[in-house]
């Protein structure tokens, strides 16, 4: 049910939000959605409704379905944009996947771009949103993070030095450091930016042992200074990132894993690294090899499938599966 107060934005703009919604829209939205949309109530829409058409002489189509009420803006004349249905409706899939990494204001943001070139479409190519939704459990609510994130994209933009309050996980406190933001790149449904360590003022340059990567959500704070930088040449993300299972990016390893049952077909579906090798064994088993760069990722990974994986190689990491797994057993135990 929609909060019936929102900081989200003022009334003004809620107006603007609405009237942007179903002039640039062809389908019509029920009261129950457009009050979920502007996180307000019903009566604070009824009442957007009748100030948009009073201010504005725009005339609001207003049905029934059952017992829901719905609104649309008729539209006369359209004209041509050269999209297909399809193309149309693969930006609506993307934009509906990534909406809980975007936060609502720039959900909404991409919801009103594409709502205007939708509009352009002819009436039998606009494409639809009803086909996709997106299952959030588990995700993280970044809307209190937009400042945050536009001020990143605009040091990446103009290529300034930030000063940035991050606060780790395991920390008691934040710590400001200064940054050369390069890459803003989403990860299991976390959103990440990979910078270069910049030089604090009035203190001697370090050159650090990783580059930072900084989870958007920890960052307290980024200001824009007015020292600036060059991107680096050699800087190439896929490289950095993309060439090897683990997004911390400790020296690489390579991992032999044997799978059994469900897990087996799982693992084989996907990718774990460019490099891996899928071995499937008689009875149905899967061994998969691949490069890793993160002990502690694969170890949780591993432990995901609980006893329909077991890692065969490094021999180093299998003792160390072990010794957790013995932890784990202990700390259950302790409860019977």
Avoid at 138 to 144: K, Q, R
Avoid at 175 to 190: A, E, G, R
Avoid at 247 to 276: L, M, N
Wanted: charged content about 30%; aromatic content about 12%; hydrophobic content about 35%.
């Amino acid at each position: 049910m929609p909060k019936k107060t929102d900081d989200f934005c003022s009334y003004g703009q809620k107006l603007i939000s609405l009237f942007a919604k179903l002039f640039f829209s062809r389908e019509s939205h029920s009261l129950t959605d457009l009050a979920r949309m502007l996180r307000c109530s019903k009566q604070t829409v009824l009442r957007l409704v009748r100030d948009i058409k009073m201010a504005y002489l725009v005339d609001i189509e207003q049905t029934f379905k059952g017992n829901r009420r719905y609104y649309r803006i008729k539209r006369r004349f359209v004209p041509s944009l050269s999209l297909t249905e399809t193309e149309v409706n693969v930006l609506y899939m993307c934009r509906t996947f990534a909406e809980h990494l975007l936060g609502h204001e720039q959900f909404e943001e991409a919801t009103r771009a594409l709502l205007k070139s939708r509009d352009l479409l002819p009436e039998k190519k606009a494409g639809t949103t009803q086909y996709f939704a997106s299952f959030r459990p588990g995700t993280i609510d970044y809307t209190p993070h937009q400042n945050t994130i536009r001020t990143i994209i605009e040091a990446m933009e103009k290529q300034k030095i930030c000063k940035i309050n991050y606060r780790r996980l395991t920390a008691e406190r934040t710590k400001t450091f200064y940054i050369k933001p390069l890459k803003l790149f989403s990860h299991q449904d976390t959103v990440y930016l990979h910078a270069r360590k910049a030089r604090s003022p009035g203190k001697p340059y370090k050159t650090p042992d990783f580059d930072p990567l900084l989870a958007v959500h920890r960052i307290r704070k980024a200001e824009i200074t007015d020292r600036g930088f060059e991107f680096p040449q050699n800087y190439d993300f896929e490289k950095l990132f993309n060439r090897e299972f683990g997004i911390i990016k400790e020296e690489a390893f390579k991992v032999r894993v044997e799978f059994t049952g469900w897990a087996a077909k799982y693992v084989a579906e996907r990718i774990w690294s460019p490099d891996q090798k899928i071995t499937k064994k008689k009875g149905g088993n899967t061994v998969v090899t691949f490069t890793a760069s993160s002990r502690a990722e694969l170890i949780s990974w591993l432990l995901s499938f609980g006893d329909q994986a077991k890692l065969l190689k490094p021999d180093w990491l299998v003792d160390e599966v072990g010794q957790t797994i013995e932890q784990l057993q202990r700390l259950y135990s302790e409860n019977t």
